[in-house]
């Protein structure tokens, strides 16, 4: 079956640097933009980052342009995020999704993984 399994999450103080790892099985991964997002206490669920099947195109949430970095591996099925000068505010449950990039409806989401960042 379909799994995006997340790891990496934790806790840092203001300023420090985080991980993200997805884990992608059961499905072609190349052919499906890969996006992290994220969702607060109280709040919707927004958009970090995406990445296209091959990489070639990038967009990133406006706040945290600069200081999160999304990449993949389609060798290893895996998508991550970089997370360098981390802000309480980016405290949230942080989601890998997958989405086909041509038909609709192929959608997948792993199960989260926790980040706090507090001093």
């Known amino acids: 079956q379909v799994q995006l399994v997340e790891s990496g999450g934790g806790l840092v103080q203001p300023g420090g640097s985080l991980r993200l790892s997805c884990a992608a099985s059961?499905?072609?991964?190349?052919?499906?933009?890969m996006t992290w997002y994220r969702q607060a206490p109280g709040k919707e669920r927004e958009l970090v980052a995406g990445?296209?099947?091959?990489?070639?195109?990038?967009n990133y949430a406006d706040s945290v342009k600069g200081r999160f970095t999304i990449s993949r591996d389609n060798a290893k099925n895996m998508v991550y995020l970089q997370m360098n000068s981390l802000k309480p505010e980016d405290t949230a449950v942080y989601y890998c999704?997958?989405?086909?990039?041509?038909?609709?409806?192929?959608?997948?989401w792993g199960q989260g993984t926790q980040v706090t960042v507090s001093s």
């Open positions: 990445i296209t099947s091959v990489g070639g195109s990038i």
């Open positions: 999704n997958a989405d086909h990039r041509f038909l609709p409806g192929h959608v997948y």
């Open positions: 059961g499905f072609t991964f190349n052919n499906y933009v």
